[in-house]
């Protein structure tokens, strides 16, 4: 069973960074697709973005495409989000969630979710 772990949430200004991580275990971390995902208060959860299991391909939503990058370590069995310049707006619980199969943006495609981290951004 896949277990996901995510950490490096906190609270920022806006323009700062936060780097999120995700630790994987409990399987073959490079047969995955990984996702991050986010959900605000009172609003559905939102596809961020995801990366394919060799880390070749990433894909991420038009809200963040520019100042969020999606990278992940096969070595370490870790995903991460690196988030520069963020706004108000990206204030959410940010989860990480993984799937085997082809890169999609479908949260239900997604069958293993993390617990979430808290990212809080003031203005």
């Known amino acids: 069973q896949v277990q996901l772990v995510e950490s490096g949430g906190g609270l920022v200004q806006a323009g700062g960074s936060l780097r999120l991580s995700c630790a994987f275990s409990g399987r073959t971390f490079y047969s995955y697709t990984m996702g991050w995902f986010r959900q605000a208060p009172g609003m559905e959860r939102e596809f961020v973005g995801v990366?394919?299991?060799?880390?070749?391909?990433?894909y991420y939503a038009d809200s963040v495409k520019g100042r969020f990058t999606i990278s992940r370590d096969n070595a370490k069995n870790a995903v991460y989000l690196q988030m520069n310049t963020l706004k108000p707006e990206d204030t959410a619980v940010y989860y990480c969630a993984a799937r085997v199969g082809p890169t999609t943006t479908t949260k239900s495609s997604f069958s293993s979710w993390g617990q979430g981290t808290q990212v809080t951004v003031s203005s």
């Open positions: 990366i394919s299991w060799s880390g070749d391909r990433t």
